[in-house]
């Protein structure tokens, strides 16, 4: 067992998690998405750490994050004149964008992909501890694999209090959903680059598509399961993901509709059924419920997904019916968030 200590980012404790990277340590950072679990990514040994930490499959490639653009010429072989637009328009933020990969980086982050993921965070926690360490930081989001990723400290704490030695407690995460990450490529015998979606987030595939000037391509793998043994163009898409211990089930359709399934559990909810719906619905239910924003707000739902998802455990529910939210901008990555958590269990009330 580690002592797990969680600090507030001043100064002092921002050098100490320098030091902490530096000595090839993992420390839990706050960015402005989720918290993430950093390593120097130069480090192999340290960054193998975290797949142990967190219990990560060991093909699911990591983020390396950056805090300034000079940086990203160490960690990869082309920097494509689309991504160097769509950096500019969207860093600092919420963007993942993957490139070909330099060979200074090391395999454990890509798990021996010939491309890295590269982002520059907004959080000053996050870019101030990468200036402190000096080095590019792997993190992927700081939850054990399969859980809700955490947008508080606290998360964290409950996942790998024991195993780290430090969290940096920013304050709870703003977008609350990973970033976007897509895929900035050249195909094989082209000069052409082919934007591809990998995972939706705050920032939106049309956003993308208006500054590099070219079509975004939805990757197969944002709103469907991948058929077992399949290769993934984000591995991490290939797993059932930000799953509470409750059974999620998304009901499409439109309110009347919830409202008729929901009536059965009114009556007789021995079994401790959730609902998880928009603002200002929840009353009429006659069930416990968690509402989780606007139904026209799709970065306020985002900022309360994996929370939600968290309370439900600590409920003790053992299932939630979902309000699906629209697929729309912003939208998509609530759909695709809560389509994982609910294991692709989709069902509609429209007749
Ligand atoms: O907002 C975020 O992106 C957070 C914070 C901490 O920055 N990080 C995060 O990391 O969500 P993680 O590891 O939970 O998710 C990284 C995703 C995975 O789906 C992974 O498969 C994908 O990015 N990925 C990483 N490297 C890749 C690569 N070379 N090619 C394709 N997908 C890659
Ligand atoms: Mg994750």
Not at 179 to 190: A, E, P, W
Request: charged share 25%.
């Amino acid at each position: 067992m580690t002592e797990t200590k969680v600090l507030p980012p001043t100064t002092e404790n921002i050098k100490l998690v320098g030091q902490l990277l530096r000595d090839g340590r993992l420390v839990a950072l706050h960015t402005e998405t989720v918290y993430g679990l950093a390593a120097n990514a130069f480090d192999p040994e340290a960054v193998s750490g975290i797949f142990t930490v967190k219990g990560r499959p060991q093909d699911n490639p990591l983020i390396v994050h950056i805090s300034e653009l000079n940086d990203i010429r160490k960690l990869v072989r082309r920097f494509p004149e689309a991504a160097q637009r769509l950096a500019e328009a969207f860093w600092p933020g919420p963007l993942t964008m993957v490139l070909p990969k330099s060979a200074e980086v090391p395999d454990a982050v890509t798990c021996g992909l010939d491309t890295v993921a590269v982002r520059m965070p907004e959080s000053p926690v996050m870019l101030a501890a990468i200036r402190a360490a000096g080095v590019p930081l792997a993190a992927p989001s700081a939850n054990r694999s399969g859980r809700p990723s955490p947008t508080r400290a606290a998360h964290v704490m409950d996942d790998l209090g024991g195993s780290i030695p430090l969290i940096i407690d920013g304050g709870s995460c703003d977008v609350g959903v990973e970033s976007t990450v897509i895929s900035v490529l050249t195909k094989k015998g082209s000069k052409l680059c082919e934007i591809r979606l990998l995972r939706p987030g705050a920032v939106t595939a049309d956003e993308i598509s208006a500054v590099a000037g070219t079509d975004v391509k939805i990757d197969s793998a944002v709103l469907s399961s991948l058929p077992e043994g399949s290769a993934a163009a984000s591995p991490g898409m290939k797993y059932r993901h930000y799953a509470p211990r409750a059974e999620v089930i998304l009901v499409e359709g439109g309110f009347d509709g919830f409202l008729r399934l929901c009536a059965g559990f009114a009556a007789n909810n021995d079994d401790n059924v959730w609902a998880m719906c928009f603002d200002g619905e929840g009353d009429r239910l006659g069930m416990p419920y968690v509402e989780y924003g606007a139904i026209d707000d799709p970065l306020g739902q985002c900022s309360r997904i994996f929370d939600a998802l968290r309370w439900f455990d600590e409920m003790g529910a053992k299932r939630v019916y979902v309000r699906a939210p629209s697929k729309d901008g912003v939208g998509l990555a609530a759909y695709n968030r809560l389509l994982r958590a609910a294991a692709f269990q989709v069902i509609s009330t429209d007749d």
